[in-house]
Structures are given as C-alpha cells and as structure tokens.
C-alpha cells in the first residue's frame, strides 16, 4: 500500500493550503500519522504528528500556524498551513505507522513566495 499526498503548491507569504494524504489500496491498524519536510539542501524534519486517539504534537517552527488532522476511518491525514513563511517552503511527506511498520507518501512540493 503506498501513500498518496496531494494539496501542494505555490502561495505568497501568509497565504494558507491544506495538504491530503490517503492510502492508494485497504490499510489497517494505523498507529499514528505524521507529516514531515524537506527544504532545499536540508535534512527531512518532522512537522506534526497524530495519533489514534487523537492526541497531536507540532514542531516547534509550525506550531500555532498548522493543524494535523485525520478522519474517523483512522485512514487519511490532513495538514491546514496557514500563514505560510518562505522556510516554509519544502517537499511535505506524509507517514503511516502500522502495527506492521511504515509507510510513506510520494511528497508534494509546498512553495512559499516572498
């Protein structure tokens, strides 16, 4: 099963995208959903995290200006960036933790113009 993350683009400063990431075919037992990103020349980092219960946690450079979500099927995430910054600007995977491993998202390019 691989991850498909969508919702990427370009926006200027302050603007707002709301990235999507579903399994391409039947997932089960997800422990937790997690973003991460990767700028240009720069180690991938994580972003926000969601757990099976709900429970969230953000880095600290995003924290206040995104939001993981999930639906109830336990099977998709989202992330709603708002006021978006240039080192914003990055390539977003999304991440499945299942009682089997992990998996992850092809990346979508996020591009924050000053």
């Known amino acids: 099963v691989q991850l498909q993350a969508s919702g990427g683009g370009e926006v200027q400063t302050g603007g707002s995208l709301r990235l999507s990431c579903a399994p391409s075919?039947?997932?089960?037992?997800?422990?937790?959903m997690a973003w991460y990103r990767q700028g240009p020349g720069e180690q991938r980092e994580l972003v926000a995290t969601?757990?099976?219960?709900?429970?969230?946690n953000y880095a600290d450079s995003v924290r206040g200006r995104f939001t993981i979500s999930k639906d109830r099927s336990n099977k998709s995430t989202y992330l709603q960036m708002n006021n978006l910054k240039p080192e914003d600007t990055a390539v977003y995977y999304c991440?499945?933790?299942?009682?089997?491993?992990?998996?992850w998202g092809q990346g979508t390019l996020v591009t924050v113009s000053s």
């Open positions: 991440n499945f933790q299942t009682a089997w491993g992990e998996t």
């Open positions: 075919g039947r997932i089960s037992a997800v422990k937790r």
């Open positions: 969601i757990i099976s219960n709900g429970i969230t």
